[in-house]
């Protein structure tokens, strides 16, 4: 009771809601026209702008009435952002708005595409707003689809805010709308996931909730973390321009934009932006975007785990119920009272049934003094009520620095050498230069 009054009192008055959405609207409809019309002129003026279509696709019938759900975006354009609980919240989806239409307008123009098929003449309702579409649009603003980027926004938004059966009717509604690019031969199915793609990116920029990824980045003055940022910018570069040069010959060869993304969120987090990259919560859980977007990266800190711990133990027993690990399955974490999970890529496994803490640390990096204290001061805090599992991707380093700042701080181990000394002792590789010397300052 005293949450939800709390909550009420913190509202904003909802006419000041209104107002900056409907000065953002002010700004994102003309902008919108004026900047998508631009690309389509600057395209009917080229003479070399060519197509990506795939044999199947002209399987895909017409279905003129599917014109209906395709317009209907429009009203969930202005509703979206009428219809938020802060101005914060406007500012956020405005951003987001904003960012796929500038990625995607940036796209039309340095790559245009144009759609290969003639639509057949319709009459009635449909015919009518077939005529209103094409007094603006021409068929060459591609790939990545706009529509489906902000269909992304504009799903996620409304997802969050409906319940009960409106929640299926909604999306059953955006399949709709997806599906509509198509059977309006209005786009052609590249233009699709590489629109999911722009709209995932656009949701991961400005999330609904928690720190922007950008805000207070700046770049690290630490040698290592620069070394790896350019490692990771390195790979993005390499499947960026694989992507480029493999479209020449093969359309599928575009999938590695996704890699390429996912390996520059990654280098941005370590070029000083750290570990909120990952959007990670307290308890575990990253948000949809994080998953959707950096899961090439996921899937291949997976692998590395597996063949880096496949001939160790899962977790070994340091002192006192605390024990240290990888990270664990979902059966595996359900063994032990408390989780403490220190990977800020990898997530929590949606089965775990126990309790759990996260404090996502950057691999390969030393956390903060700060947060390597509070890791450790929640460790002992969450011993004394039952096992605890202290766990990172491999369980070589983070995990280790944690656990060895428990030790010395709780007076297990006298100073940092011997806490290392334990940890050794447990038969697990562990690598503690950089953690034993802070725990130790």
Avoid at 71 to 86: E, R
Avoid at 151 to 178: A, E, M, S
Avoid at 375 to 386: D, P, Q, T, V
């Amino acid at each position: 009771m005293a949450s939800s009054l709390a909550s009420t009192v913190r509202a904003e008055p909802y006419g000041r809601v209104v107002v900056r959405a409907a000065l953002w609207l002010a700004f994102l409809a003309p902008f919108f026209y004026l900047s998508y019309g631009f690309a389509n002129w600057l395209s009917s003026r080229r003479d070399d702008v060519g197509s990506i279509v795939f044999a199947w696709e002209h399987s895909i019938p017409f279905l003129a009435w599917t014109i209906v759900p395709y317009w209907s975006i429009n009203l969930f354009y202005g509703l979206s952002l009428l219809l938020n609980d802060s101005r914060q919240g406007v500012d956020r989806l405005a951003g987001r708005y904003l960012t796929a239409q500038i990625v995607a307008v940036a796209c039309f123009i340095l790559f245009p595409l144009t759609l290969t098929f003639v639509r057949p003449a319709t009459s009635g309702l449909p015919g009518f707003l077939f005529a209103v579409l094409g007094g603006f649009d021409k068929p060459f603003n591609q790939a990545p689809s706009l529509h489906i980027a902000l269909l992304v926004i504009i799903w996620d938004h409304w997802r969050h805010r409906l319940g009960g059966l409106l929640l299926p009717l909604w999306h059953g509604w955006c399949f709709l709308i997806g599906a509509s690019v198509l059977t309006t031969w209005q786009h052609h199915f590249i233009d699709i996931p590489t629109g999911a793609l722009l709209g995932f990116f656009a949701l991961w920029l400005f999330p609904r909730a928690g720190e922007l990824p950008f805000s207070g980045a700046r770049l690290t003055s630490d040698t290592k973390a620069r070394r790896l940022a350019l490692f990771y910018a390195l790979g993005a570069v390499l499947a960026l321009g694989g992507a480029a040069l493999g479209a020449f010959f093969f359309a599928t060869a575009l999938i590695l934009l996704w890699p390429a993304l996912a390996l520059a969120i990654v280098a941005f987090g370590y070029a000083g932006a750290g570990a909120k990259v990952f959007q990670k919560t307290a308890e575990g859980h990253v948000s949809l975007a994080s998953r959707v977007l950096l899961w090439p990266y996921r899937l291949g800190a997976g692998v590395n785990a597996a063949i880096w711990t496949r001939k160790l133990p899962p977790f070994v027993a340091v002192s006192d119920g605390v024990f240290l690990g990888r990270f664990p399955t979902a059966s595996e974490a359900s063994g032990f009272g408390t989780v403490i999970d220190l990977a800020a890529e990898l997530e929590k496994p949606a089965a775990a049934d126990c309790r759990w803490i996260s404090f996502p640390m950057i691999d390969l990096l030393p956390p903060p003094v700060t947060m390597l204290e509070q890791a450790a001061s929640a460790l002992e805090s969450a011993r004394r009520g039952g096992t605890v599992l202290v766990c990172c991707a491999l369980g070589f380093q983070r995990s280790a620095g944690v656990v060895a700042e428990w030790l010395v701080a709780t007076g297990r181990a006298g100073t940092p050498k011997l806490a290392r000394e334990m940890l050794m002792a447990t038969g697990r590789p562990v690598h503690l230069a950089e953690a034993a010397e802070q725990a130790a300052s």
